[in-house]
């Protein structure tokens, strides 16, 4: 990751938590904790940090004036409660670049000219799918190694070791099933103008963990993690029956902000 502000020297009796610590300064802890957490409160972040709420809202003014993150109202999953809303800070486009997004431009510009040849959308399809192929066997071997009842969470690690920075947890009531939830995506600035991307890649869990699933949200759409939907399900495991409409899955992308 690139340097996104180095923590300024603190005032004369601050606190020693206030202090850069380590390699990474306490501001690139914050802007990485929001990266593999997902949007966060200031409490959150706090917990996670040791810090206090007051030094991490410090940190947090001084990451929005960078613009590498900014405020936006928490996602309420189910049913609403009374009060307003808890206020998340979530990564910006500019955030998300300092992390490893160097060669998006290149990216963009090569499924551009297969989207250009003949073939058009589909050859741009082939190529989502086969780019997965790949990873698919690591994950198929970490799913297929886990209990029925753990194989979100063996997928969920096995995504982290990519970089997705993932995590598994059950869905809000009254939905039954579960939430595989990913706080990164390398290739969010591609998939913003090739939707294909992230169809395939829900094609590749639906047919990883042998049940319909559903895209719930996107980062190249705009929300704060990709959120997937996996229904409970008493569905066996099968290798090569996807169940899942990756139409459906892109309409319903970008609908549900973070």
Known sequence: MKNVGEAQEAPTGAPQEELATGERSTRNRVARSILDHGPSTVADLAGRLGLTQAAVRRHLDALAADDVVEAREQRVYGARTRGRPAKVFALTDCGRDAFDQSYDKLAADA???????????????????????????????????????????????????????ATARSAPLPQ??????????????????????????????????????????????????CTTFIPQSNVKYSKNTPKTDTNASARTAGRNPA
């Open 176 to 225: 039954q099933g579960e939430q595989l939830c990913q706080h990164h995506c390398p290739v969010a600035h591609v998939a913003e103008q090739f939707p294909q991307l992230c169809e395939a890649e829900t094609e590749m869990f639906s047919q990883l963990l042998g049940t319909h699933v559903q895209r719930l949200a996107t980062i190249a759409h705009g929300d704060g993690v």
């Open 111 to 165: 499924l551009r000219w297969i989207q250009s040849q003949p073939g058009g959308d589909e050859a741009v399809v082939a190529f989502a799918r086969a780019r997965l192929a790949a990873q698919a066997e690591a994950y198929r071997a970490a799913v297929e190694g886990a209990p029925a009842g753990d194989r979100a969470a063996a997928l969920a690690k096995a995504l982290s070791a990519d970089g997705y920075a």
